[in-house]
């Protein structure tokens, strides 16, 4: 039957008060039938009650804030921006080896937020841990448009092929963005792209990392990919970007300059996206010496980003308690 188009459809998960309204009301009129109503007001009772608990999810949320959801998929990247438009943005979504576990715990968050359409997904670059969950998204979430960065598919792969046959598939459009151009978030909201040119950088595709600056109310958000030299030196070259959160990049390598990218951002925290098997002793040396603290999703699990419309910034850790 799922095979038939139009046959289901995904909507984010009823909370837990309405899956025992549903089953203690079946009981009781299990177990004490004379309580049971006819059966054209039962029917009733079952629809209404599955509005009560699905139609809350489907109604867009929006607000004067700014969000940014830093999601735990192990050894790689998913962050979901709620941004004060209304819009939900994802940027990046994938894992290292096998995407399954990355396409159940994107999905999971998307729909505990009430998510069931992204108005646009922000890939940073051709490495598959992080794009290599967005084919498994796409039949689940609806998707606005794909932006990629201008030499995003130059190397070719069959998973790049696969990427781009999928989002062909789904007929969603795909846009290039490069440094200076800006997408609107709403009321003071703006996502810069800082890095890299329309015409890349020498180097691996980590090098050429899309770089997003997501500014709200005075704060800023800064995502980098898997930025590497030479791109990073590219980045470091220009003006310095005070940054309240940064998203390390490459889940925390050396590789990544962390005492250069530090003085250049000062980050009042520094997330890391990755699981525990990578030595961050220098990483965190590094950014604990600008004053940053670091929050790591191996260890938290995710970590959600608030900025209200004063610019006051609240974190949230998955499994400790609220800041």
Avoid at 73 to 89: I, M, T
Avoid at 183 to 200: A, I, N, Q, W, Y
């Amino acid at each position: 039957a799922r095979r038939i188009p139009g046959s289901y459809f995904w909507v984010p998960g009823p909370p837990d008060w309405w899956l025992a309204g549903l089953y203690g009301g079946l009981a009781v009129a299990a177990v004490v039938p004379r309580l049971r109503p006819p059966r054209r007001w039962m029917a009733a009772l079952v629809c209404a009650w599955i509005a009560v608990g699905l139609l809350p999810g489907l109604l867009a949320q929006s607000g004067s804030r700014l969000s940014a959801g830093f999601l735990a998929v192990d050894h790689g990247c998913a962050v979901v921006l709620e941004l004060p438009s209304g819009a939900k943005v994802l940027y990046d979504a994938g894992r290292f080896a096998s995407p399954e576990m990355g396409i159940e715990s994107i999905s999971a968050a998307l729909w505990s937020k009430g998510i069931v359409h992204l108005d646009a997904v922000i890939l940073s670059h051709a490495d598959a841990d992080h794009f290599n969950a967005l084919p498994g998204l796409v039949e689940r979430f609806s998707v606005g448009v794909v932006y990629v960065s201008p030499v995003m598919f130059e190397d070719k792969s069959e998973a790049l092929e696969a990427l781009r046959a999928t989002i062909n598939a789904a007929g969603i459009p795909m846009r290039e963005l490069a440094a200076g151009d800006v997408l609107s978030g709403g009321d003071r909201c703006l996502l810069e792209v800082l890095h890299p040119t329309k015409k890349g950088s020498l180097g691996a595709d980590n090098a050429n990392s899309l770089v997003l600056a997501v500014r709200f109310a005075g704060r800023a958000i800064l995502l980098a990919g898997d930025l590497e030299p030479p791109g990073l030196n590219d980045l470091l070259s220009e003006e310095p970007c005070p940054t309240d959160v940064l998203l390390a990049p490459h889940h925390g390598s050396r590789r990544s300059d962390p005492p250069g990218l530090a003085a250049w951002s000062s980050p009042d925290y520094v997330i890391i996206s990755g699981g525990l098997r990578m030595n961050l002793q220098e990483t965190t040396a590094a950014y604990c010496a600008v004053g940053a603290r670091l929050l790591h999703t191996g260890q938290c699990g995710a970590v959600q980003v608030v900025v209200d419309d004063r610019g006051q910034i609240a974190t949230e850790c998955f499994v400790s308690r609220n800041e």
